[in-house]
Structures are given as C-alpha cells and as structure tokens.
C-alpha cells in the first residue's frame, strides 16, 4: 500500500496546464490544492501555462520547465505535483530537468485513497489500482523514488525503488483479484438476498466531502432504526470513507427501503479506481433510486453535479431516476434550487429532512396501492407479514377473518390477492 509518511516533510509546487481556455480549470487546481492537503502536502507554489496542445517530452514548455526548476530551488520544495496524468517517458524528463520527485493528479488521488481504505476490499481495490497505474511507468517512477525515503509513493508497491518487473506486478494484481472476486461474490449474494426480499434500494451518489454519509445518517434519525448504533463514520474530508454502507430504513408507517452510500467522486477520478472499485458502484447501477447530494454552498456546486453525473454515465447509469438534495443549505440561504426533483436540506442540522424523506418516498413507493384484504383467522402467518411488511389503516376482527385495510407494495398485492374483498 502506498501511504505517507509522517516523518518526511512534503513542500510542493503545484503544475497545470490550461488547455484551450478550459473553464474548469481555476477550480481544478483549486481542487489539486485541496487534494494535495489531503495528503498532508504543504502547497508552496504554483505554476500555470495555456496551450493549444501540451507537449510529448515535458507535457509543459521548455521556458515553463525552467520555471517550475526556479521555483523549486528558491522554495526549497522537495516534490512537483502534475494537474494531469502524466506518461512515463514525461515522469523521467522532468525529473531530470527539475531535479525533483515528480508525480501527476492520479497517483495523488491513489495515495488518499489508500490512506482512507480500512476494509480489506477497499485496500484489495486500492492496490490493484496503483499496481495498473504503476506497471508502466515502472522506468520512471524508479528514479523518482529513489530522490525521498518517505513521501508520497514510498511504500508498498513502491517499496525498494519498484524493483517489481511487470511479470510479478502481473502476478500481483491477478493473485489480488483472485481474492477480491470472492468478496465481491459476497457482495452480491447479499445483492440478489435484497432483491429477494423486495426493498427497494436507494443509493447516495455525489462530489465527495458533499455530505453523503451526513445525509445518511439524517435519514436513519427519522426513521425507526437505532441510528446511533447503524449510523456511518462522517467527517469533513475529501473521500472521508471509501466504503459502501447499506442501511435498513425503516419508517412509521411501516414502510421500509434500503438506503446505500458509495465513494465519493472528483474531478479526474482516475481510471484506474472506477475499474477497481467497479464492483462497489455496482451498487449504483442496481439502485431503485438515486439520491444526488450537493454541497450547495460550494461555489463550484454546478461543475460538481456535471462531474458526478460524467461518472455515472461512463457507469452506465442514466434511466435510473434521481432526485437532488442540496447540502449545507444552512451555508448558503439565499441559493435557489433548480425544480421539483430536488429539496435544500442541512443534514447536519436536521433541516428539511423529513421533506427530503417524503419526496424519495413518492418515488420509490409508486406502485403501493391500497387494498383490503378478509384474511381467515387459520392464516395468521399472513397477518403477521402484512402488519410488518405493509402501512395498515384499519383493522376490524369479523366472524371469517381479520379484515385489514393496507397500503402494500403491488408484489405483496400479487402475493395477497386471493383475500382481497
């Protein structure tokens, strides 16, 4: 595992490039600076340059390289930071013409990802991801290496200057997919046990640091479950958790639905990642409903939706219904929210939750319908499913049976329906 170290004090100059007047750009080095922090990295300049085109050799231009060599000398910064995913061959020509540690956006994101990984199957998918990334720039990160003890990038599959060749980096990534195949075998085992059981499912998606775990925990408040006991780590952090959290909700009138957290997304989300944890956003794409929360006192909210649903459509995901929950509204009272899919909440206030609640309800709970059943007191059994399983409005005991009105889901409908009178 490729985590930092503590002991080593990492002084970076940040590098981007800004492609033909990219929009995004500002925000996305923003967002490098945050990332960079993330990783304990003390930002001591940037450098920037607009081009039509980046450059095979250097990705920057020659007079930039000098720059970023000036910069590094007067700020004594030890490590030089890429905006974007750079080749081997541009590793080990910058490194030589800097004279300093270089690494790009993805290996940054790999590093907090496997300092934040705590469950074996997010460290399996983690490592399987910097194993891909690092099997072919096994010659340039080599001499990269070899400039820090600690850093990022220092440990684990970077261990011993990556003395790994491709063959046994090969072996490692298929010996660690062996063993994430049976995790994710279990993962769907409980997927397919879910689906027996009829519950729908909704699943948070979102920018990270949006407040997916926060809103979770906000559901589980106002519904019946013991929420101190089911409620899921938050913190105020990029990729806080990494992962997935399943949660029965289960509410006053007897409804119930499950309710999935996922890893948050980021601009640039490396490749490598969406593929390795391709087995936990399956999550996502087998959702009833999803549950899109923004952090709506970001001022960059917009361009956090579009990069989220950017990822959700590389996913495969876009006839699953979404609604929007605009986070942190205590943050920013005078935002507008855009139409009636969505609701303002604060889910560390509490603010707006039981409408957030009410409008995922009238999603996932469409095909309820109401019925009356005369069930024969021998059929006990099907009293006891109904008063846990369905929203029962009356009750009468008749001479032949129990007479239940209910609102109940059209499978238990279907399943019932010889009772119903």
């Known amino acids: 595992m490729v985590i930092i170290m503590d002991e080593i004090l990492q002084r970076a100059i940040l590098v981007g490039v800004d492609v033909n007047s990219d929009p995004n750009f500002e925000y ?56 974007d995913e750079l080749s081997p061959s541009q590793i080990r020509n910058l490194e030589s013409a800097i004279d300093c540690k270089v690494i790009d956006r993805t290996l940054l994101i790999l590093d907090i990802f496997a300092k934040r990984a705590k469950t074996r199957e997010a460290q399996l998918q983690v490592e399987i991801a910097q194993l891909q990334y690092m099997k072919p720039r096994l010659v340039g990160l080599t001499s990269s290496l070899s400039r820090q003890g600690g850093g990022i990038g220092a440990k684990g599959v970077g261990e011993k200057k990556l003395e790994l060749n491709r063959r046994r980096i090969e072996d490692q990534i298929y010996a660690l997919n062996k063993e994430l195949d049976h995790l994710v075998t279990a993962r769907q085992t409980q997927r397919k046990l879910r689906k027996k059981n009829a519950l729908p499912v909704v699943a948070l998606v979102g920018y990270t640091n949006a407040g997916k775990s926060t809103t979770m925990n906000a559901l589980l408040k106002v519904s019946s479950t013991d929420s101190e006991e089911k409620k899921v780590f938050e913190k105020n952090m990029l990729f806080a958790t990494l992962e997935t959290s399943t949660r029965h909700i289960h509410l006053a009138d007897n409804k119930q639905f499950l309710l999935t957290d996922t890893v948050g997304f980021v601009s640039k989300l490396p490749h490598q990642l969406v593929k390795a944890f391709r087995s936990t956003l399956e999550e996502v794409t087998e959702a009833d409903l999803l549950l899109h929360v ?46 009636q899919e969505s609701v303002k909440i604060s889910a560390k206030t509490g603010a707006q939750i039981p409408e957030l609640l009410e409008l995922v309800k009238k999603h996932i709970f469409d095909d309820f319908v109401r019925a009356v059943f005369l069930i024969p007191y021998t059929e006990g059994a099907a009293v006891s499913y109904l008063n846990e399983r369905a929203s029962v409005k009356k009750v009468d005991y008749q001479d032949n049976g129990t007479l239940m009105e209910v609102e109940c889901d059209a499978s238990d409908f279907e399943r019932f329906k010889h009772y119903s009178v």
């Open 294 to 339: 923004v952090d709506i006192s970001h001022p960059e909210h917009e361009t956090q939706i579009k990069v989220t649903n950017k990822v959700l459509e590389d996913l495969g995901v876009k006839e699953t219904p979404m609604i929007y929950a605009y986070n942190k509204s205590d943050l920013a009272d005078d935002a507008v929210i855009p139409n």
């Open 28 to 83: 996305s080095m923003k967002e490098l600076a945050n990332l960079a922090e993330a990783c304990e990295v003390e930002v001591v300049g940037e450098v920037t340059q607009n081009l039509q085109r980046t450059h095979g050799a250097t990705y920057v231009g020659t007079g930039k390289v000098e720059e970023i060599a000036q910069q590094v000398d007067i700020s004594e910064a030890n490590l030089v930071i890429f905006n």
